[in-house]
């Protein structure tokens, strides 16, 4: 009996997903819940266990596709005679399949095969690095690093990278308003600022409740819980793991958790929960930051604040030129749901909060 395995609905509304990675082929015996795709969405990239045991007989879609949720993409046991996708497949991958039929007996994934068909790599002369002897991506590009690089390369945007471009080119409508104004860090321990931040700006938030909105068609939804999104700039590209209940938690819990999250990021293994539901975003770049710089809203929310460079600057405290460690802060903010005196008044709510630690 075949099993016929549809896209499933991640969450939070999302309508579609891209094939990231089949992390199986055809004619390849698998068992419950042996990694079977990776599904990219706005928010991450998941690893999808398969649902039964079998033989993989019908793979529906490529990797990069776009497809709608409860579509069928992939088809375990049966036969998988005369099945339309698999003749679409072939025609479409021709290098690809000519690649398996002398590769038989390698182990590697359907992406790093194409990898090597693109690098003119010999999978049978490498050695795999990954579990059971399989071949990486990595293994074949390590092979393929002698050759000469192309005056031209073109790369598909896919993946986190994707939908980053879609989600940015959405925000890039808003009509966006960035208040800038410098804080003084000085006695504010940088590795503990973030933490610190992220209490400022959910005690602030109670005050400005605007700000902590999402908009809905034509409707501005408040919200009443500081579920407040961190950007973490990954390999892959950037995303917006959450740190939950952001007023009650201590500096301390908040520390902690955003390192977990950050380590997670980094490492891929966000999951989709921890990519939901965010209220408010904090970016913070650190070194990176720059003096200046403005970020876009993470829409469907209205508001970002930024934290930029900290670094010891002169200043006039008392009629003396002092050194302090200062920094900008910046807010910016959908002007059609927000007036600027409120944005600016709350962006000076949260540096009265750091700077009177």
């Known amino acids: ?45 998941v690893e999808i266990p398969s649902p ?10 490529q990797e990069g596709d776009v497809v709608p949720v409860g579509t069928v993409i992939v088809v375990i046991g049966g036969d998988g005679a005369a099945a339309p996708a698999v003749e ?13 039929s002398g590769e038989a007996n390698v182990r590697a994934t359907p992406l790093v095969r194409r990898v090597a068909q693109e690098l003119g790599v010999d999978l049978a002369t490498i050695a795999g690095t990954g579990p059971q002897g399989r071949i990486t991506e990595a293994d074949v590009r390590g092979d393929a690093g002698s050759a000469a690089p192309p005056s031209e390369k073109r790369e598909p945007i896919r993946g986190i990278r994707r939908q980053m471009f879609e989600h940015l080119t959405r925000a890039q409508q808003i009509p966006a308003v960035t208040w800038v104004e410098e804080a003084d860090f ?16 959910a005690s ?68 989709p929960e921890e990519l939901r539901g965010g209220t408010f975003t ?17 829409h469907p929310e209205v508001a970002i604040l930024g934290i930029h460079r900290v670094e010891d600057r002169p200043t006039v405290r008392n009629g003396e030129v002092v050194i302090r460690k200062l920094g900008n802060v ?28």
Not at 7 to 35: C, F, K, Y
Not at 284 to 297: D, E, H, Y
Not at 336 to 356: H, N, P, S, T
């Open 204 to 271: 602030a938030l109670q005050e400005y409740p605007e700000l902590n909105a999402r908009v809905d068609g034509n409707d501005l939804v408040l919200l009443d819980r500081y579920d407040i999104g961190i950007a973490v700039q990954t390999e892959q590209g950037l995303v917006v793991p959450v740190v939950r209940d952001c007023d009650s938690r201590s500096a301390q819990d908040i520390g902690a958790e955003v390192r977990r999250l950050a380590a997670a990021a980094q490492e891929g293994k966000l999951t």
């Open 330 to 357: 910046s807010v910016t903010f959908d002007h059609r749901v927000i007036d600027g005196k409120r944005a600016a008044d709350f962006g000076l709510a949260v540096i009265a909060q750091l700077e009177q630690r």
């Open 282 to 298: 904090v970016t913070s770049a650190g070194r990176s930051a720059g003096l200046f710089v403005t970020p876009l809203i993470n």
């Open 186 to 201: 000085t006695g504010v321990e940088l590795e503990h600022l973030l933490p610190l931040v992220l209490k400022a700006v």
């Open 52 to 61: 039964a045991a079998g033989v993989v007989t019908q793979i529906l879609a």
């Open 88 to 100: 679409k497949a072939a025609t479409a991958a021709p290098k690809q399949a000519a690649a398996r």
């Open 1 to 45: 009996m075949a099993y016929e395995f549809k896209l499933p609905d991640l969450g939070e509304g999302l309508t579609e997903g891209e094939i990231g990675r089949w992390l199986v082929e055809v004619g390849q015996e698998i068992a419950e819940d042996d990694p079977l795709v990776e599904i990219a969405t706005d928010k991450t990239t």
